[in-house]
T-cell receptor, first 116, second 110 residues
Framework: SAVISQKPSRDICQRGTSLTIQCQVDSQVTMMFWYRQQPGQSLTLIATANQGSEATYESGFVIDKFPISRPNLTFSTLTVSNMSPEDSSIYLC?????????????FGAGTRLSVL | DAKTTQPNSMESNEEEPVHLPCNHSTISGTDYIHWYRQLPSQGPEYVIHGLTSNVNNRMASLAIAEDRKSSTLILHRATLRDAAVYYCILGWELAQKLVFGQGTRLTINP
């Protein structure tokens, strides 16, 4: 299995500001993903974080709003830029491709973001 | 992405078996059936997955119809800790993005 740490676990931010969420894994992994879960809703994939190259974004999500970094095989960040109240959600990091568990995706506990 | 259909909610009693259905009539021959669950205030966790044959692990069993157009997740003896949203997802076996539907919210009564 994998241990995934997300920081911060929660935050309250003012509109117009930006927040960077960190995701740290205790093992090297091939794939890292970022999801958003709006209040009372299911999870929606934002992007796939690729090591050494730009992230691959899903339809409806753009790099200017959600810049992502992945400097190595155990770490990634997601920034929520120029926030508005509509960005209030839980943001989750997940990993896949762990040696010995290639078909299992592991999730962090999420970052609960409230934008005022 | 192939679509799955699940009941919005189900209710069961503690220590009884639970059968969670999932319909996936447009499944392709290479689609695996994955089940994840999300406990309150936590990220989703893997439950089980399969392709054609029924599968068992320490958490649950997965029964797959012969035509693969439906499947059932079986919790053999539900506990209060099994109260969660259960997601049935189709996709590749390895290194894939997951497309979550609305899932089934399972309530367990003591």
């Amino acid at each position: 299995s994998a241990v995934i740490s997300q920081k911060p676990s929660r935050d309250i931010c003012q509109r117009g500001t930006s927040l960077t969420i960190q995701c740290q894994v205790d093992s090297q992994v091939t794939m890292m993903f970022w999801y958003r879960q709006q209040p009372g809703q299911s999870l929606t994939l934002i992007a796939t974080a690729n090591q050494g190259s730009e992230a691959t974004y899903e339809s409806g999500f753009v790099i200017d709003k959600f810049p992502i970094s992945r400097p190595n095989l155990t770490f990634s960040t997601l920034t929520v830029s120029n926030m508005s109240p509509e960005d209030s959600s839980i943001y989750l990091c997940s990993v896949d491709g762990l040696a010995g568990s290639e078909n299992i995706q592991y999730f962090g506990a999420g970052t609960r973001l409230s934008v005022l | 992405d192939a679509k799955t259909t699940q009941p919005n909610s189900m209710e069961s009693n503690e220590e009884e078996p639970v059968h969670l259905p999932c319909n996936h009539s447009t499944i392709s021959g290479t689609d695996y059936i994955h089940w994840y669950r999300q406990l309150p205030s936590q990220g989703p966790e893997y439950v089980i997955h399969g392709l054609t044959s029924n599968v068992n692990n320490r958490m649950a069993s997965l029964a797959i119809a012969e035509d693969r157009k439906s499947s059932t997740l079986i919790l053999h003896r539900a506990t209060l800790r099994d109260a969660a949203v259960y997601y049935c997802i189709l996709g590749w076996e390895l290194a894939q993005k997951l497309v979550f539907g609305q899932g089934t919210r399972l309530t367990i009564n003591p």
